[in-house]
């Protein structure tokens, strides 16, 4: 498959959207613990009483302005384009939650939430490093990601997912003490936090590897 074949990539962008709010929702409906971007918005949507969809979308718009910061000058693709890729997104993870209540993944054995929560993480990595690939657009906080692994750490995956959680990780502790618990964290999330990166990186060799990684800085 040739890079220039838009629509060929855009096809693998709208199933790796899909994927991922799909996986993302496993991961909250398992009750085990999400990645934790998602974590931090699920405590954030607690503490003020906002949707899930509403909350996740101006937590994007937030780090869509904190990453034309990271660039050092105004880019206008990338901006719009984080803008266009968290809207849908946002908003198909609070659907697929809906979706999937019924089934009460939480009410499940530990063992088999764990299962599921771990399926969820891989399907997150996936669908990120197939849309961070496809080089149309992508989520402004894996844009955070991204940036901090190819402008400021070598290329590295896994560091670049890691220091792009320290905001929402402020986030969540200034929620626990304002409401006195904290949502949606468990090992998923500390998966998430030290393995996410890793599983993008093994996923940019493995999973369809024609696609490749496009990066001006």
Not at 55 to 71: G, H, K, P, S
Not at 132 to 143: A, K
Not at 163 to 176: G, Q
């Amino acid at each position: 498959m040739k890079q220039g074949n838009f629509k060929t990539r855009l096809g693998y962008l709208i199933f790796a959207i899909v994927l991922d709010a799909f996986a993302n929702a496993l991961m909250i409906n398992s009750n085990m613990g999400s990645a934790v971007w998602t974590a931090s918005a699920v405590n954030i949507s607690n503490s003020i009483h906002s949707s899930y969809g509403t909350t996740l979308f101006v937590y994007a718009v937030i780090v869509t302005i904190v990453n034309q910061f990271l660039l050092g000058k105004f880019d206008g693709h990338i901006f719009l384009s984080n803008l266009l890729f968290s809207l849908p997104f946002s908003y198909l993870v609070g659907f697929f939650s809906y979706i999937l209540d019924p089934f009460q993944l939480n009410a499940l054995p530990v063992i088999l939430r764990v299962i599921v929560d771990v399926l969820g993480l891989i399907g997150v990595s996936v669908g990120t490093s197939i849309y961070q690939r496809c080089n149309l657009i992508q989520h402004p906080n894996d844009e955070l990601a991204y940036l901090l692994r190819f402008k400021y750490l070598h290329g590295s995956a896994g560091w670049g997912q890691l220091f792009s959680y320290t905001p929402p990780v402020i986030i969540m502790i200034i929620c626990y003490f304002t409401t006195g618990h904290i949502l949606s964290v468990g090992i998923g999330t500390i998966l998430a936090m030290f393995f996410q990166g890793i599983i993008i990186g093994m996923s940019d060799t493995i999973v369809l590897p024609s696609l490749k990684h496009h990066y001006s800085f």
